[in-house]
């Protein structure tokens, strides 16, 4: 844009913050155009993106007390998020949804094994074959059908990627890699939410209520600490104590008896045995 365009294009993103709710900054480096333009298409006709270089996003929000707050989110390349809805988490939920699998390119470190499983592929015969021989892949001619001869982790997890594996994989369509769209910060009422607050969910609640809930049950054991619980593991573990000091120390009751008695006629049938040798 020539500096006019610049100009108006400000002054009018400008304007356009006063008639929002929610302002909110999305990370765009690396992420693919397409995935960008979905985000666009999801969000409206409630919200909206505005994508523009760092100083220009810097121009349009300085005028604003809001987005102001968010400035120090404005790392690389991103988007700032304007929504009329008044949710933060609901906001953040939409976006973080966004994922599109990626083919490997030279030189990419493998996120996790890549496995190629032994079967027919719809690979027809040729060039290709030779891509993923090169590629380390056994595969040969079955009925005029290219086939993958035996299963094989072609990328270990950590490894890089070399150039000839990069081409069979994209033969194949594998597409080992991932990437998705995210949120840095929501502002909503003067109160900024970052990433690690958006990001709890139901999910992640109910597994640290979990977590903490077993930490203090387990402690309570230990401590013999009684709870509505505890109470029945308190009392198994008091009865089993109990009866293993009455048997050690020998003490009558209608517990250890029968157990004394057994463990009598087990003593007596070995001194039998013993003798009889």
């Known amino acids: 844009m020539i500096k006019k365009q610049k100009i108006k294009f400000v002054q009018e993103a400008k304007s356009a913050l006063k008639g929002y709710k929610l302002y909110g900054i999305m990370p765009i480096e690396n992420v693919p155009d397409s995935l960008v333009q979905k985000v666009r298409n999801q969000l409206k006709p409630h919200a909206r993106l505005i994508v523009a270089r760092k100083k220009l996003l810097q121009k349009i929000m300085e005028g604003n007390d809001s987005t102001k707050m ?29 994922r599109l699998k990626l083919q490997a390119k030279p030189g990419q470190i493998s996120p996790s094994d890549i496995t190629i499983e032994a079967g027919e592929t719809s690979i027809p015969p040729g060039q290709a074959v030779t891509e993923l021989k090169a590629g380390g892949i056994d595969v040969k001619i079955d009925k005029g059908k290219v086939v993958i001869a035996k299963t094989k982790v072609l990328v270990q997890k950590g490894a890089k990627i070399a150039t000839p594996v990069a081409k069979a994989l994209k033969t194949l369509g594998v597409t080992p890699f991932e990437t998705g769209t995210k949120v840095s910060a929501i502002i909503s009422q003067g109160i900024v939410y970052d990433e690690k607050v958006l990001g709890i969910n139901a999910e992640v609640v109910t597994n640290d209520i979990a977590t903490a809930f077993y930490g203090a049950y387990t402690l309570t ?32 009751s209608p ?12 003593n007596a049938l070995s001194l039998e045995i013993a003798n009889e040798e």
């Open 221 to 252: 054991i230990e401590l013999g600490y009684a709870t509505e619980e505890n109470v029945p593991v308190l009392l198994k573990k008091g009865y089993i104590g109990a009866l293993g000091l009455g048997l050690k120390a020998k003490v009558y």
């Open 255 to 266: 517990a250890t008896t029968e157990k004394m008695l057994a463990q009598a006629v087990a």
């Open 70 to 98: 968010l400035e120090k989110y404005v790392q690389g390349n991103v988007a700032l998020i304007l929504s009329k809805n008044d949710d933060p988490f609901e906001l953040y939920r939409i976006i973080d949804q966004n």
